[in-house]
């Protein structure tokens, strides 16, 4: 799969996209990344990318000429993404939906924003959440990572079963959030792991951790119960 990253900044995914697991997707040549830079697709000679806001207002609104210049020049047109806070909630089945693309364009605003004339040149307008980062770098390491793992051949897929949030595995019927895991020491200064862990019988380690991942849920993200309306 290839990202096309159209940034300010490209230089700020440079430690990102050359450590762990993207790493050695680039290295497998699983995925590859392409860092394309918004100022370079400027036609004036000072390279500028943003101007004021129409009807007035704080900040600088970047240019969706500089943008639309830019997003042409990949052919073929990959499906594309445009980072918003106003956007969508990004979320795994998102993640798992990107995925499954060849190629994905991903646009990073900056500054107070993008023209909203963009929308109108992409697929999707993504939010990571509901706060606000400088720019869209953030957003799009997110993004890229977050699909980049899914991809066949990343990561074991044995790994991705038992993630919070997989979709086809027991963990549907279980409740969404990972159960707690332990490692060693088995008593850390009198914290101890639940005795079940050591019993060695792993159908009822299994029916425990179906129980703690539905009582954290229920905890942390009572909103991922889905409520069966049969019942
Ligand atoms: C400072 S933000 C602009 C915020 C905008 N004025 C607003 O109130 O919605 C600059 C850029 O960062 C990116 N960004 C910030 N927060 C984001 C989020 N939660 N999800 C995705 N992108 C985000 C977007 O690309 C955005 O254009």
Redesign the pocket.
Known sequence: MTFFILTLFPEMFETITASSILKRAREKKIIKIKLVNIRDFTKDKHKIVDDKPYGGGK?MI?KVDVLVNALETIKPKPYTV??????KK?DQQKAVFFSRKKRLSI????????DARIEKYVDEV???????????EI?AMAVVDSVARLIPDVIHPESLKSESFSLGSPREAWGNLEYPQYTRPANFRGLKIPKILLSGNHQQISDWRRKQAAKRTRKYRPDLIKIDKNK
């Open positions: 900040g970047l445009l980072l918003s806070p106003s956007g990004y646009i990073c605003g900056h500054y107070e924003g993008t993504i939010s990571i959440g509901d706060f606000i980062l400088t720019g869209g957003a």
